[in-house]
Every structure is written in structure tokens, then in C-alpha cells.
């Protein structure tokens, strides 16, 4: 929001607001940036709504200086963006992005993101969790085990994160391969 004003918040507004976020040229802006496209893709072949375009551009703006709170990046984007003047189908998809609530437990914060957000519905939120875990921190498609080997480089063994991941590896893995089957079937 400038001002009073609330902001568009659509997919063009969710770039502009990156923009605005994160540095020009940095990881989690080209993150951002990548998954968004990657979801852009996603929602043509599967016929989804513009909300998970939307999703996928925001969904680490819980990383941003003005965003930060918690530590909880799902949590911290969900209350910047509902303090933007967000739709709860949007807040929703960030806070509970790429399992969430495994990291909130590891945090304390399970009861705080569960109570303030709770998980959507339908389909939107294992595909930008999808987008996400198969995109790059420089916005490339990657493979689902270059993405978690790229994480376990990032975070030392035992660190909060490398262990939310750990415990969230195969789940994510069985969400990565029911979404390429469905990317793989021919449109009717």
C-alpha cells in the first residue's frame, strides 16, 4: 500500500512490488521472478486462475527488510501482504507455500500460522509449491533434486531450515511427481 491506497495485487502488481522489495539482481528477486513464470506456464497447461500466478511472484516476500518478522518467511509474507490489502486466497497460498507448517513447528509458530491463515482448498497450493521447488535460487527449471541439493548447500546439516527440509523431502518429492504426471497428459 502507498499511502492509503491499496495497491493492484495481481501479477503485473506482484512484479512491481518485487521490484520495490528486493535488490535489483539479487537471488531471491530472480527466485521470485522465476517462479512466477515457471507458475505463468503451470496455469496455461492446466487452466488455472490468475491467483497462482499471483502466488508464485509474491510467495517469498516474506524475505524482504519490510516484511521481516517472525522469521517465518510464509508467515511474514502473509501479514505483509494482508497489510497491503491482500484477498485471504492469497495471504493463504504464501503462508503455507512449500510446507510451511513443517518449518512453523520447527519455529514454535504452528498454532500462530494455522490460526491467522488457514490451508487452502483445491489444487493452487501444491502448484506454486511445485513452481518453487523445481525453480532455481537464480530463476532457472531445475530438477527436484538439484533444488534440494542446492537447499542442503545453502544451510549446514542441523540448521533449522536443513531440517524442515529434511522432514519435508518426501512429501515434497511425491507433490513434485503428481504434478508432472499432470503436466505430462494431453489437454482433452
Known amino acids: 500500500m502507498r499511502g492509503n491506497t491499496p495497491r493492484e495485487i495481481d501479477p503485473a502488481g506482484a512484479q512491481a512490488l518485487l521490484a520495490e522489495v528486493f535488490d535489483p539482481g539479487s537471488d531471491r528477486l530472480a527466485h521470485s521472478l522465476g517462479v512466477g513464470r515457471r507458475a505463468e506456464h503451470v496455469a496455461r497447461a492446466l487452466d488455472r486462475p490468475a491467483l497462482l500466478v ?3 511472484y509474491l510467495h517469498d516476500v516474506g524475505y524482504a527488510a519490510a516484511a521481516r518478522d517472525t522469521g ?15 484477498p485471504d486466497a492469497l495471504t493463504g497460498l504464501v503462508a503455507h507455500h ?4 513443517v518449518e512453523a513447528a520447527e519455529r514454535g509458530l504452528d498454532h500462530r500460522l494455522s490460526d491467522e491463515f488457514p490451508e487452502p482448498s483445491g489444487d493452487l497450493l501444491d502448484l506454486l509449491t ?3 521447488i523445481t525453480t532455481s535460487a537464480r530463476g532457472d527449471a531445475v530438477t527436484v533434486d538439484e533444488r534440494f541439493a542446492h537447499i542442503y548447500d545453502r ?4 540448521h533449522l531450515v536443513w531440517r524442515s527440509m529434511q522432514h519435508a523431502e518426501p512429501g515434497l518429492r511425491q507433490l513434485v511427481a503428481r504434478v508432472e504426471r499432470r503436466l505430462e497428459r494431453p489437454a482433452p
Open 72 to 86: 517465518l518467511h510464509q508467515l511474514d509474507g502473509a501479514r505483509y501482504l494482508r497489510s497491503l490489502g491482500a
Open 54 to 56: 499471483t502466488a508464485a
Open 155 to 158: 544451510y549446514p546439516p542441523g
Open 98 to 101: 512449500t510446507s510451511a507448517t
Open 130 to 132: 511445485y513452481c518453487d
